[in-house]
């Protein structure tokens, strides 16, 4: 005998429309960052599908195709990974020949890690990805609009330092 069909789950609240949001998260400024972090990192791992990364993959990504190879323990402290997810993903940009180890000339025992030319390739393709996701994401909003939201963003970001 088979068991009826469960009707389907609602959405998760991050996914409704505002429209259906109790008013209480309209007025909570750290819920309207929630959101929009979420809807833009769901937007940009759609759209990383086609390159075979994932978001976590663009954000380390980033940090090796700034210059000198780094150990994966400085990326990992760089983008705040543990080192079971650091050795995660760099297994993973290695399989996908994105990513090599090398041995680290100023530390034996650790491991320097760099972008191949496909992965520095696949980066700079990614990159252009992110910036037309950030640009959609935030089109209700004009360019000065973007750029004062930025700006605002960066000394929240620098004040968390401190």
């Known amino acids: 005998m088979r068991k009826p069909k469960r009707p389907p789950l609602p959405p998760p609240p991050l996914l409704l429309k505002p429209e259906d949001f109790p008013s209480f998260f309209m007025e909570r400024t750290s819920f309207l960052f929630h959101r929009t972090a979420i ?3 769901l937007e940009f791992g759609k759209a990383l599908a086609p390159l075979r990364i994932r978001p976590h993959h663009f954000v380390v990504m980033a940090v090796l195709s700034t210059g000198q190879p780094p150990s994966q323990i400085e990326v990992g402290a760089k983008v705040r990974y543990d080192r079971n997810k650091m050795v ?3 297994d993973e940009l290695e399989q996908l ?6 041995v680290n000339p100023n530390d034996r025992r650790a491991k320097a890690v760099r972008l191949t030319d496909m992965g520095q390739a696949t980066y700079e393709a990614a990159l252009k990805i992110e910036t037309a996701v950030e640009e959609k994401c935030l089109s209700a909003l004009t360019a000065p609009q ?3 939201l930025h700006e605002m963003l960066k000394i929240v970001v620098a004040a968390q330092k401190k």
């Not at 020949?97 to 090398?102: F, I, M, P, Y």
């Open 39 to 41: 809807t833009m990192m």
């Open 88 to 90: 995660n993903i760099v």
């Open 97 to 102: 020949g994105l990513a090599k180890r090398e």
């Open 146 to 148: 973007r750029k004062q």
